[in-house]
């Protein structure tokens, strides 16, 4: 077994996945192609015999519905008291026959005329002595008796005679009147014998018949003579036999009783036959079809076979020659459509150990620069508040001594801009923690707009709005009190009207926004531009803008580039200082990605 698994594993995988193809699919499925051509011609057979019954069912069915109209029709003649009442009239001139007759009569076989296509003519017949032939009213002549006691010899109230008359072919309904007589007191002493007849259209329901697509229908008699099919012409009859020879090619597909669908039609039957040249075709077609699709199956499969196999052995050939420069320290990422199955997700990781090693090689330089670099910005952030300091407690002590002489003179206006002063003194100079929550900052902000409300009287106006979702939330100290010290500077100073700054703090996401706006003169669009380039340092300009430096400086420093920084034209006419940063960055989050 051993020997077995070393050969297989010898071979190349295409050779491997190719060969297992040959062996266990293509050769199987030929196998199984031959012995399902040998058995489709029985089952195709079988269902092209089964859509004939259901079209031909479908097509005897609408046949069936016409025959039915034509033999209510006949009920509803029938039933008609002024039919009965005028055929058994006796009448005692002309001229009163043809009133009755105008009026009872012809109305109700000119409407059915005109209703009933399935019907060519409607005549009822009668021995009333006193009454005339006219359109659709006969005399009962002893000939015509014995016509109509053809049909009648078992007792039938309805019944279908066929045959020809005049040497024409005939089918038609027969009812016998005197029946219904038997129910009604006034007419049951009559001696009057009546039969409604009925002919039915031959070439409508021949038309009815010509629905049937698929082949041909016949409908014989007991003596197989056929007076309904799609191929009879108008007064034509046949026998099936004569009619099958004309028709080359026609096989009978199956025959049923007629009785069973209509009753009335004892010993009718229906035939229904198709065209041999047809099946075949048709057999030939669906062979011709599946094997078309053996053969598009097995090319479609082999060519993507081969495309599997070509992607997997392509990938694992490139894998195996980084791993190859990898043993020599050369850890170059793999530059290809690796995608996402398990290869993919080698090459992927492959990629990821890549990177890592290749920065764990550089981390030791990166790490020292970037903590000489943080080192250094906390020296000259010690250096600049040594240089504020001078004697503090001297000047928080004089200070105080002029807010309570200013309290002693009622001056409290004074004493109070003069104890925030303090409080921005005291925050400016024990800096203490490098982070503090918003909340806190906004109360540095709240103290430094009152003092400048002091300084700027009613012209100032400020908004100050902020979620409660994010105040608990630290950011980096004096982020964004020198965004607003900015706004007064540059935006109200210069600004003759009324002054306003609007300061938000919102999440939108998984990102705290802080958008500080005012209402001043603003900037034109180049030297905004030229603004915002020498605050991110990508201009040589080294004088302006110190305060938004020294905040882009302190988050670059927190969260690296994982933020924004943004200067727009305000809504309200001055500029807007748009900040993003990541939301709920704690203190040990904020070291680390200095540390990084």
């Known amino acids: 077994m051993r020997k077995v698994i070393k050969i297989i594993n010898d071979i190349p995988l295409f050779k491997k996945i190719f060969s297992i193809f040959f062996i266990f699919v293509f050769i199987p499925l030929l196998i199984l192609s031959s012995q399902f051509i040998s058995q489709i011609d029985f089952y195709i057979n079988d269902k092209l015999h089964s859509q004939l019954e259901n079209a031909s069912n479908m097509t005897i069915s609408n046949f069936k519905k016409a025959i039915e109209l034509a033999i209510n029709l006949a009920y509803t003649i029938y039933s008609d008291p002024r039919v009965i009442e005028t055929v058994n009239t006796r009448y005692l001139s002309v001229e009163e026959f043809y009133d009755a007759y105008e009026k009872n009569i012809k109305p109700i076989l000119q409407n059915a005329r005109i209703l009933y296509p399935q019907i060519s003519q409607i005549t009822i017949y009668c021995d009333n002595p006193t009454i005339l032939n006219a359109d659709g009213l006969a005399f009962l002549t002893e000939e015509y008796k014995k016509f109509f006691q053809k049909g009648g010899k078992e007792g039938k109230n309805l019944y279908v005679l066929s045959g020809l008359e005049n040497e024409k072919p005939y089918v038609s309904i027969v009812l016998n009147l005197n029946f219904y007589e038997q129910y009604v007191p006034k007419y049951q002493q009559s001696t009057i014998k009546k039969f409604l007849r009925i002919d039915l259209n031959r070439v409508y329901l021949n038309s009815i018949l010509s629905t049937f697509k698929d082949g041909h229908i016949f409908i014989a008699d007991e003596e197989d003579t056929v007076y309904f099919s799609d191929l009879l012409y108008y007064n034509q009859v046949g026998r099936l036999t004569d009619l099958l020879k004309e028709e080359k090619n026609q096989t009978i597909v199956f025959e049923k009783l007629l009785s069973t669908e209509i009753p009335y039609f004892e010993n009718w039957r229906y035939i229904v036959t198709t065209n041999n040249s047809g099946i075949s075709k048709r057999l030939f077609e669906h062979q011709r079809n599946y094997l078309a699709i053996v053969v598009l199956c097995f090319v479609l499969a082999f060519f993507a076979l081969f495309l599997i196999v070509n992607s997997v052995v392509s990938r694992l050939s490139v894998l195996a020659r980084h791993i190859k420069k990898a043993r020599k320290q050369q850890f170059e990422s793999i530059n290809i ?15 990821i150990m890549a990177q890592k090693i290749k920065e764990l090689l550089e981390k030791e330089i990166k ?14 952030a010690e250096i600049n508040a040594l240089q504020s300091q001078i004697n503090p407690h001297f000047l928080f002590n004089t200070l105080e001594t002029i807010r309570m002489r200013s309290m002693l003179k009622k001056k409290f206006e004074t004493a109070n801009a003069i104890k925030l002063l303090a409080k921005l003194l005291k925050r400016s100079i024990r800096w203490e923690n490098d982070l503090i929550t918003i909340e806190e900052e906004i109360l540095a902000i709240y103290d430094y707009l009152e003092i400048q409300k ?29 965004l607003v010290e900015n706004a007064c500077v540059h935006g109200i100073e210069n600004s003759k009207g009324e002054g306003r700054i609007v300061v938000k703090v919102f999440k939108e996401g998984d990102m705290i926004v802080i958008r500080v706006e005012d209402n001043g003169k603003g900037m034109e669009d180049e030297k905004l531009a030229e603004l915002l380039r020498s605050i991110k340092a990508l201009s040589s300009d080294k004088t302006s803008s110190v305060g938004l430096k020294n905040v882009f400086r302190r988050l670059e420093l927190f969260y690296d580039k994982d933020f924004s920084f943004d200067i727009f034209r305000g809504e309200l006419g001055g500029l807007k200082v748009v900040i993003k940063i990541p939301n709920k960055r704690d203190f040990e989050d904020a070291v680390q990605s200095v540390d990084s």
Do not use: C, H, W
């Not at 790490?367 to 000259?380: C, D, S, V, W």
């Not at 002091?454 to 982020?479: A, H, Q």
């Open 337 to 351: 459509e690796a995608g996402k199955d398990e290869i993919g997700q080698v090459i992927e990781e492959f990629n």
């Open 367 to 380: 790490y020292e620069l970037r903590q000489k670099e943080l080192a250094l910005e906390k020296k000259q």
């Open 454 to 482: 002091y300084r700027f009287g009613e012209k100032l106006k400020f908004e100050v709005e902020v979620e409660e979702d994010v105040k608990s939330t630290k950011i980096p100290k004096m982020t964004i009190q020198p």
